[in-house]
């Protein structure tokens, strides 16, 4: 049964935690009689078995003997015989063995608190009430989460008792609690979360919980607190404004959602979404409670406190462009207006996929083509406005996205900026000029003439490690006008041009290359050798059949000959 339990909660697969969890349910339904008689047991095994257990089989009869268990006075525990010498040693002549009593079994109440919380019986509510005036901060933040999971009238007294607490752990449980139920002090938890003086712990706790509660008053507070430097009390106030998915708070968030990064950025997104579809409740989240070192984990709980389900999906980021398309493009036009760390995250943000605009600010991953393009128009035509003062920054990074970025929403003027971009002062904006030049073909085929001929012409004045940039750009351009200027790279005596001229006349696919890409195959690298083989496989593979049969046979490389092998069937 303990391995069952924790499959239930912690296996990764979700097929293998229904399978836990009805397998408990069907044993709570029969075994429950035994293991409650193991709760009598003064110590044991069999007691710390059955605690482990019960609040994972679903049967709500072990709710009560358990909370009963966690009230157990601590003169009830066993005691053990220590010598005195041990706790005083300083003293010398108190050498006699007297019966010292050891501290109470906390972690075993609290274990057993949290099994009765996981199974949310009404019937624990007076009790839990007790241990929530308990002088051990062990039992009082134990019994705050178990009160948490419960939705009664009763319970939001209790809980209201809670936010006094002196202990950071029982106000954050307290705070989340008091949102789940029906009618909760709206106004208390405001006052925490807008209060300088709390523990941004416990106000980032409220704010979710004023999330959970759904009431439309707390949505300018949360507003005031997304712009908090604490990153978790700001994410809060994100999930909980997506969780009451206001249509007014729309604007807002589209204004911050470009100045953000990380899991703020990420919760802003998911807001929006819900916000523009108008969606209310439904996605009330929670956290897995651990127990660590006798104590209920807060923190973690905290870290983990987020709505069900976090991503916010293609279907809602087209509802979010289409209805509220220009509010996010003009804050991703303020944005990029700001100072430079800020305009380079979000160029980083957007320039992540290979193709198109990338959709990993809204917290969507790779989700590039045709689809996410169309639905990311709006942010495009921002783009295009912009780029041509960006590749003019004095920053080179900026430079290099705002190049690449240019070619990915069709910038009409894209000829001039390559130029730009290839005469810069910095070698990876050079770069980023080539790559952007082979992503503007892509959407516009008439401009490669253009681009073949800003490649090929200053090639020769540049270090090597350029030209092999500029050689791989004009083979990936597939242009037949820059033969001239490959196949004369192909006869270099130096081994990296060679490989990627060959390379790219292979690209390139025409036959008037075939004797440059025969000599290659004689060549004494092996990577030449092997680049080659490639080149006339795609080329001419007829023609250059006796020259592979040779290398099959006799290349010394054994990656050449099974290129070759592979080429000949």
């Known amino acids: 049964m303990p391995r069952l339990a924790f499959q239930k909660q912690l296996d990764p697969d979700a097929r293998r935690r229904a399978r836990a969890a009805r397998l408990l349910f069907q044993i709570g339904q029969r075994a429950l009689k035994p293991l409650l008689e193991a709760l009598s047991e003064r110590q044991g095994v069999q007691r710390d078995i059955a605690i482990s257990v019960l609040g994972h089989l679903g049967n709500r009869n072990a709710a009560p003997p358990l909370v009963r268990l966690a009230l157990r006075p601590p003169e009830e525990e066993a005691t053990v015989s220590v010598p005195a010498a041990l706790v005083r040693r300083w003293r010398r002549s108190y050498r006699r063995r007297t019966p010292v009593k050891a501290k109470p079994k906390t972690a075993l109440r609290v274990r057993a608190i949290v099994a009765a919380g996981r199974l949310r019986d009404p019937r624990t509510v007076p009790d839990l009430a007790k241990l929530l005036s308990n002088k051990s901060v062990e039992l009082r933040e134990?019994?705050?989460?178990?009160?948490?999971?419960?939705?009664?009238?009763?319970?939001?007294?209790?809980?209201?008792?809670?936010?006094?607490?002196?202990?950071?752990?029982?106000?954050?449980?307290?705070?989340?609690?008091?949102?789940?139920?029906?009618?909760?002090?709206?106004?208390?938890?405001?006052?925490?979360?807008?209060?300088?003086?709390?523990?941004?712990?416990?106000?980032?706790?409220?704010?979710?919980?004023?999330?959970?509660?759904?009431?439309?008053?707390?949505?300018?507070?949360?507003?005031?607190?997304?712009?908090?430097?604490r990153a978790d009390l700001a994410t809060k106030s994100a999930w909980a404004l997506g969780l009451l998915g206001s249509p007014t708070a729309v604007a807002p968030l589209a204004d911050r959602l470009w100045s953000l990064e990380g899991e703020r950025q990420r919760a802003v997104a998911w807001a929006l979404g819900r916000s523009a579809k108008g969606a209310r409740g439904r996605q009330g989240g929670g956290a897995r409670l651990v127990i660590r070192n006798g104590r209920v984990d807060w923190r973690s709980y905290l870290t983990e406190l987020a709505p069900s389900s976090r991503h916010l999906g293609q279907l809602a980021l087209r509802r979010l462009m289409k209805k509220y398309g220009a509010l996010v493009a003009r804050g991703l036009r303020v944005a990029l207006r700001r100072h430079r760390d800020l305009v380079l995250r979000v160029l980083r943000a957007l320039d992540t996929e290979r193709r198109g605009l990338s959709v990993a600010a809204f917290g969507l991953g790779s989700a590039s083509g045709p689809v996410a393009s169309k639905t990311l128009e709006p942010l495009a035509r921002v783009l295009r406005e912009e780029v041509a003062r960006l590749v003019r920054h004095r920053d080179p990074d900026v430079r290099t996205h705002a190049l690449r970025l240019a070619a990915k929403v069709g910038f009409a003027g894209m000829v001039n900026l390559v130029s730009l971009g290839l005469a810069d002062s910095s070698s990876q904006v050079r770069r980023a000029a080539v790559e952007a030049a082979v992503i503007a073909v892509g959407r516009r085929p008439a401009w490669r003439p253009a681009f073949v001929r800003l490649l090929a012409a200053s090639i020769g004045k540049l270090a090597w490690h350029e030209k092999l940039e500029r050689i791989r750009g004009l083979g990936m351009l597939k242009a037949r006008s820059a033969l001239p200027v490959l196949r004369r790279y192909a006869r270099s005596s130096h081994g990296f041009l060679v490989e990627f001229a060959v390379r790219a006349l292979g690209r390139i696919g025409d036959r008037r290359a075939l004797p440059e890409l025969l000599a290659a195959l004689r060549s004494g690298a092996a990577k030449v050798r092997l680049t080659a083989v490639l080149a006339v496989a795609r080329v001419a593979p007829r023609a250059s059949r006796a020259a592979l049969a040779r290398l099959a046979r006799t290349d010394p490389d054994a990656r050449v000959r099974a290129a070759a092998r592979k080429a000949l069937k």
Do not use: N, Y
């Open 142 to 229: 134990a019994a705050a989460w178990a009160l948490s999971e419960l939705k009664q009238r009763s319970v939001r007294t209790h809980l209201q008792k809670g936010l006094a607490d002196p202990k950071i752990s029982v106000e954050i449980f307290s705070c989340v609690g008091l949102g789940r139920q029906g009618r909760p002090p709206v106004g208390a938890m405001i006052k925490v979360l807008l209060s300088s003086s709390r523990r941004p712990e416990v106000r980032a706790a409220c704010a979710f919980g004023l999330g959970l509660a759904g009431d439309r008053r707390a949505i300018a507070p949360l507003l005031e607190t997304l712009d908090e430097e």
